[in-house]
């Protein structure tokens, strides 16, 4: 499930269980939606719509990107937003030619890749601009200056 711990009591709340595998996450530039990786069957990326009020939700769950290239399943794991509101999701296990970072405009389409030697487990904007990707992978730690910034400070 997916959890939300309130900021001013410390409570914790289940804002859903929908998911097989919930794994990576990270809301939209406009806090009014949010990306959930789902590691379970089937491994894809899910988006949702943030349902604010007393008990905040994850409501109107829908498919965003199967993870599929070719044919072969890619295993997302984690994700982060630029300012454009594209998605950057860290992906491996299926081999050369699909690990790495695969990049999504906000309507689920794959508009990028980054190609790694080793699968990818997560990523992050950073730097004073905040434009530098970094990567980590199975072994190692990538990093490569883009022409976006991610999204949040954070």
Known sequence: ???????TTGAVEKVTD?????????????????????????RDIKLYDVEDGPTPRL?????FTD??????????????ADIDGNVWAAAGWAGPGYDGVHIF??????????????????VCFGG??????F??????????YVNTRGAHAS
């Open 1 to 7: 499930a997916v959890y939300r711990a309130d900021p």
């Open 18 to 42: 929908e998911p097989d595998g919930p794994n990576g996450l990270c809301f939209t530039p406009d806090y009014r939606r949010m990306y959930v990786i789902d590691t379970g069957t089937p």
């Open 59 to 63: 409501v109107n769950g829908r498919q």
């Open 67 to 80: 993870m599929r290239v070719d044919g072969v399943s890619v295993g997302p794991d984690g994700l982060r």
């Open 105 to 122: 405009a906000p309507d689920g389409t794959r508009i990028g890749q980054i190609l790694l030697p080793e699968g990818c487990a997560n």
């Open 128 to 133: 004073p601009k905040r434009n530098r990707l």
């Open 135 to 144: 990567m980590t992978a199975s072994q190692s730690l990538y990093a490569l």
